[in-house]
């Protein structure tokens, strides 16, 4: 169960801070805004419409708001990695708060291991960021059971990016498990 007091006091710390991600401890009451609320709060929305007992792996996962919002849904295991020692402290301190037992990992999306297998893994705006996407997204791959989500804010299509060939060459290699969803396709507030 949140603790709300904590939940008050970490807002309050957090006042003047610019969060990336929304932070929702108590919906609509207890929340700190993130730079795209309602976009990225719409994105949840169209990612987990059916994630009951399903397990989620979260690539970059910021302050953990996908996996917070997958639980929230019913998911049933859920884990994160960021390699931002800032993001997965305040991601640990908010999963502390909601008290949701999620398992927040400090590390490189390259460096990071599992043997585990996720219905679903994430890897929303961070792609880009990667130095071989596609090795990264092959690897990550064989530990997806249902699907593995790629979001990007770029466009792809008009930017002369050697990730285009990259991306192309996995649709064309008809990996059904990607689906790309481009945050452009859900209105920006
Ligand atoms: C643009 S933010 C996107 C956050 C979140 N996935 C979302 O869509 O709201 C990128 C996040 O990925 C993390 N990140 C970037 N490169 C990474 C890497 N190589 N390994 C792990 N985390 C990484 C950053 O620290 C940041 O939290």
Known sequence: MVDRQRALEFVHKHRQTQ????????PGVIEIRGKWHDATKQMAEILFKNVSGKSVLDLGCSYGFFLHEAKRRGA???????????????????NDILDHDLKLVHSSIDEFYTDELFDIILMMNVVHILKNPQKTISRYLSHTKEKLILAHDYDFSVCDFNIIREFSSLRSAGLRQVTEISPRLVQQD
């Open 19 to 26: 969060f990336y991600q929304p932070v929702i401890f108590v």
């Open 76 to 94: 049933s295991r859920l884990m994160g990695v960021d390699h931002d020692p800032v993001s997965i402290d305040i991601a640990k301190e908010v």
